[in-house]
């Protein structure tokens, strides 16, 4: 037999099998399809789904023309008809356009999003193996927002990667989608800086990455110990976030930057590197959790609406966080120019139908002293009938925190003090006391938190009532 025949149709089984094994899904697909041609017509699978579409069973016509789709991926004919059988109700596509109404779809879309495929555990442990401030669900959120819901056409973003467990989990998101082309990319953004206060906490990353666990990343040979000697002596993450993500199969497709929100109009003129989007980007998909002050969430919306267009969809991290009332009273002040499309865990993702404008963003006032306390009272009054509807009880509790550290943060601490004990009273959040790293479970430890330090300031400092 000549060297190049191609190998025979059980040959590629086995081949198929072993490049499974080993984890080269791709490899392996590739040769599953070829052995699965043989034997199967796309053509054959074409026509069972047109009868079994005139007999009325159209999900299992769809669930044909995909396994057609399948093995003979572009097939014209199965294309064309996918798309006029259109997506079943439950499809992604249909549940981000709203096809269980506004309460079902992004709850439902969120689950199913922020669910772990079955059986790939080494998938799994390979997101989960950058310590992240997001839940693994969450993570997988990314991952299948980069998988079902990207074009797989256009570049996506994302500030505040910390080590990137993020931004691993989209860019293995990038990799599973059939659809992307050759040159999206994800531009990530961080100022990797450990000299400011995060989140309330200390100057440090301790607060967000345990020193032990930063001592595993060089334990397992991920990093090296000289980018974390540069964490340590000079407080720069840089070169262990680059190290952690070279070498990667998703390393073409990611770019790392440095750039600075201001958190307050002094910092514009005395920060380097402020960011902005180069002239001309375009992002389909903004993943954000960098925003950590009024000003700086403002600036970003602004410089952002730019470069997006109909369809972007915003993923805000802390949109459901309790202490950060400026992201949830943004999208408060625009609540009409967006959709929640899905949510898991804190992270909530809003589609702009008409793109992110800069009228939307005029919404917002400079800042929050020019929004008021009466203007903040307006703002959650509408978020909470918004959450309401929406029939997401976290939210409500969230949502009702962020609007008390609100005023705290303009000096009404009595009126925050009074709200936030009324809810630490209230029967339902009793026994939530969990030290879990999700927040449901631990929605009293956040309430008694909130009575102390319902959020921070720009500058990271704790406000305290
Ligand atoms: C809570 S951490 C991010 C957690 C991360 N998304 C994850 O899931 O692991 C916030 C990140 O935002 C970055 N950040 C905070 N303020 C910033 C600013 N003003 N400009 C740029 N980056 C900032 C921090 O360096 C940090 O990496």
Redesign the pocket.
Known sequence: MPHDAPPAPDDRRLIAREHHAAGRHELALAAMREAVRETVAATDLNDLAVIAAGAGRFDAARAVLRAAEEIAPGDPDVRENLEALGPGPLDVAALRAGSLGPALSPKLLGHLLGSPPPGDERLSARIDR?????TPR??WLYHNTMALLWSGAADVFE????????TRAACLGMLANPRRADGPRLHT??????D?A??GGDADLSA?VPAGQLDGLVAQGLATPGALAILRAEGD?EPLVRELHAGQDYSPLLDIHR?????APE?VGR?PGL?APPPGARYEIA?V?????WF?TRWFLERMAPATGPGFLLAL?DFGWHTCFWVSAAMGLMLDRARLVAYEGTTYVFEFPDGLRADDVARMPATLEELGGAGVDEVYGRLLAWAWSLDDSWLLLSLSLQHAAALASLGYREEARRRITALAGRPEYAGTEAPAAFHRPMALRLIRQARDTPTYRPDGSAVRL
């Not at 950058?130 to 997001?134: E, G, L, R």
């Not at 500030?159 to 993020?166: D, E």
């Not at 959790?289 to 002050?293: L, M, P, Q, T």
């Open positions: 950058i310590p992240s401030a997001t969450e993570r500030n505040g990667p910390l080590l990137g467990g993020t953004h961080d100022w990797f800086r450990t400011v995060q989140d967000l993450f750039s600075a929100l201001p958190d910092d920060l960011w993943f959790d960098a925003c950590k002050s700086g991290q």
